[in-house]
């Protein structure tokens, strides 16, 4: 698939037939997408935990009004910030950084016909506090990637890309 059609054809998908398991084939060529990702000094600075387990799903979904859709999905990789002294993110770019990692992995779960949807966490703390307790992880995790097969194909958006951008020349 070219990259542009992946780009235009990814929504996010909230509806999933019956959250059926990820495989281990899909999970790993997604994961292996978000750990290419670029980052600030090559630091790589997440973590990501795959959720597979239906009890964990559903209670990951509900961390936050906005992830109900977790519950049925077939897999979650929570991303995380990794964390050193005090308990900070190892680099201060990893709001970018793990932005960047979800979106190559949403971008590879399009083109093996998966269905995606990024749900925030982090800079809700009462989310974020609640999420670590749950997976037991000193990491700070910002959102969750729910995954799964897509219940109906979405159409494409129409995005008016032309008033959004300047060209200086
Ligand atoms: C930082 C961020 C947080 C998001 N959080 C949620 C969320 O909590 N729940 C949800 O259903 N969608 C969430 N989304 C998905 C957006 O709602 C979605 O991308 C937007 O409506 C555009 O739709 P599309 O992805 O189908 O183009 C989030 C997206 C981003 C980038």
Redesign the pocket.
């Known amino acids: 698939m070219e990259v542009l059609d992946c780009i235009r054809s ?3 998908v ?1 509806n999933f037939s019956c959250g059926r398991p990820l495989t281990d084939e899909e999970l790993d060529v997604i994961l292996q997408a978000g750990a290419m990702a670029p980052s600030a000094k090559g630091l790589r600075p997440w973590e990501f935990v795959a959720v597979l387990n239906r009890d964990l799903l559903a209670a990951l979904s509900e961390l ?1 009004p ?2 109900g ?1 977790v519950r049925s999905a077939g897999a979650a990789i929570v991303v995380c910030a990794r964390t050193g002294e005090g308990g900070r993110p190892i680099s201060d770019f990893w709001q970018q950084d793990c ?1 960047a990692a979800i979106e190559n992995m949403l971008l590879q779960a399009e083109a093996i016909s998966l269905g995606g ?4 966490l982090y800079p809700r703390s009462e989310r974020v506090e609640a999420c670590r307790r749950l997976l037991g992880i000193d990491s700070l995790p910002m ?1 969750i990637l729910a995954l799964g097969r897509p219940a109906k194909a ?1 159409p494409p ?1 129409s995005v008016p890309v032309q008033a959004k951008i300047r060209i200086l020349r």
Do not use: D, I, P
């Not at 949807?117 to 925030?120: I, K, L, M, S, T």
């Open positions: 990814r929504r996010s909230r936050s906005y992830a859709h932005a949807c990024w749900c925030g959102s979405l958006r």
